[in-house]
Nanobody
Framework: QVQLVESGGGLVQAGGSLRLSCAAS????????MAWFRQAPGKEREFVAS??????YYTDSVKGRFTISRDNAKNTVYLQMNRLKPEDTAVYYC????????????????WGQGTQVTVSS
């Protein structure tokens, strides 16, 4: 199993930017699909973006604003978040994929502890 540690969250004004990082250790990273999910208070955890070796996927609400990327040499996955909105406020989680479709939380078997992102209006 892979261990994941997120960083980079914080408080930002609407329209601002943040970059989240997720450092991975443990099993082979380069061949593993990775994703970011988020969970706002009182809501279910939702898919944000995923990256397989070569492909990226985004939920509609972040397309054109967020970019997921990875550096296999550093065992790190990133989420660049631009033009942030108050509705982006949530705890953001990094996850390592096990099998199945990459937009379902149940298909991931390793999770980080989460990092808080707060966007003020």
């Amino acid at each position: 199993q892979v261990q994941l540690v997120e960083s980079g969250g914080g408080l930002v004004q609407a329209g601002g930017s943040l970059r989240l990082s997720c450092a991975a250790s443990g099993r082979t990273f380069s061949g593993t699909a990775m994703a970011w999910f988020r969970q706002a208070p009182g809501k279910e955890r939702e898919f944000v973006a995923s990256i397989t070796p070569g492909l990226t996927y985004y939920t509609d609400s972040v397309k054109g604003r967020f970019t997921i990327s990875r550096d296999n040499a550093k065992n790190t996955v990133y989420l660049q978040m631009n033009r942030l909105k108050p509705e982006d406020t949530a705890v953001y989680y990094c996850a390592a994929h096990r099998s199945g479709s990459t937009d379902l939380a149940r298909n991931y078997n390793s999770w980080g502890q989460g990092t808080q992102v707060t966007v003020s209006s």
